[in-house]
């Protein structure tokens, strides 16, 4: 398996604008997440599906951002409007369910907002 | 509810030294726990894990025991390289599946 596929890999926008980030899971994994990650803030979950259900979205920071999983093979991770302040290395995960599992990264998507 | 709690960084050590990275955790009934390391560039990869009380996981030279009685999954390392230079996020799973980081100890390993 390729592992967890994200794109794309550097994306710069002017604010204002809109942002859709995507993320192809391990086939088979049940679980996706997403995370943001900046210097300030470490490494937050934004939002956990399970079965391509939300299940926890008390992360996502405002109503400027959405996801969604509409089958078992694709997410996103929509940020409209951008604003400066929501640059970032944003990673997906997947993993199958169960308290033993381990996620498995994607590379990131780093978010620039001019 | 769950939380990780691990040390603050950055740690800097020189080529062969000892290496702990403490880290504490809480939460209820028996989480699994986890330790991840992020190279440069790169997205979390796991490093090691232990599912139950007393076991020892271990991987690189790297070696943590989930301690119960202390709540704690210290990571380890004999002697430590410049490639091991990174950041390091201790994790826990419980019974709702989702994954609790900490907030990660980066370290620096000169030569």
């Known amino acids: 398996d390729a592992g967890v596929i994200q794109s794309p890999r550097h994306e710069v926008t002017e604010m204002g604008q809109e942002v859709t980030l995507r993320c192809k899971p391990i086939s088979g994994h049940n679980s996706l997440f997403w995370y943001r990650q900046t210097m300030m803030r470490g490494l937050e979950l934004l939002i956990y599906f399970n079965n391509n259900v939300p299940i926890d979205d008390s992360g996502m920071p405002e109503d400027r951002f959405s996801a969604k999983m509409p089958n078992a093979s694709f997410s996103t991770l929509k940020i409209q409007p951008s604003e400066p302040r929501d640059s970032a290395v944003y990673f997906c995960?997947?993993?199958?369910?169960?308290?033993?599992?381990?996620?498995?990264f994607g590379q990131g998507t780093r978010l620039t907002v001019v | 509810g769950n939380s990780v709690t691990q040390m603050e960084g950055p740690v800097t050590l020189s080529e062969e030294a000892f290496l702990t990275i403490n880290c504490t955790y809480t939460?209820?009934?028996?989480?699994?726990l986890f330790w991840y390391v992020q190279y440069p560039g790169e997205g979390l990869q796991l490093l090691l894990k232990a599912t139950k009380a007393d076991d020892k996981g271990s991987n690189k030279g790297f070696e943590a025991t989930y301690r119960k009685e202390t709540t704690s999954f210290h990571l380890e390392k004999g002697s430590v390289q410049v490639s091991d230079s990174a950041v390091y996020f201790c994790?826990?799973?419980?019974?709702?599946?989702?994954?609790?980081f900490g907030k990660g100890t980066r370290l620096h390993i000169l030569p």
């Open positions: 939460a209820t009934g028996y989480p699994s």
């Open positions: 994790a826990l799973t419980n019974r709702d599946d989702k994954i609790i």
């Open positions: 995960a997947s993993s199958l369910s169960g308290v033993h599992s381990e996620a498995f």
